[in-house]
């Protein structure tokens, strides 16, 4: 079974990656465009056959190591 996490920075915390990508988008003439939030994607394959236990098991593996609960939040999908 596939679960992916997305991991996205906290609301108020500063974020430079996306500074960065909104600074270079209005260089390029892309007009219009608010804040900009970078974040990232896992794509985990899990060996777990239970839809809900693979989410459980996901969710334990972004607390504990792909997400910095104190800067970042996430959800995690089963696929």
Known sequence: MKARVYVMPKAG???????????????????????????????????ETDAAKAKAVAEEMARRLLANTVIESFRVEVL
């Open 13 to 47: 915390v500063l974020d430079p990656q996306g500074k960065a990508i909104g600074h270079a988008l209005e260089g390029l003439g892309f007009e219009g465009v608010g804040e900009v939030r970078a974040g990232k994607v896992i794509e985990l394959d899990l060996a």
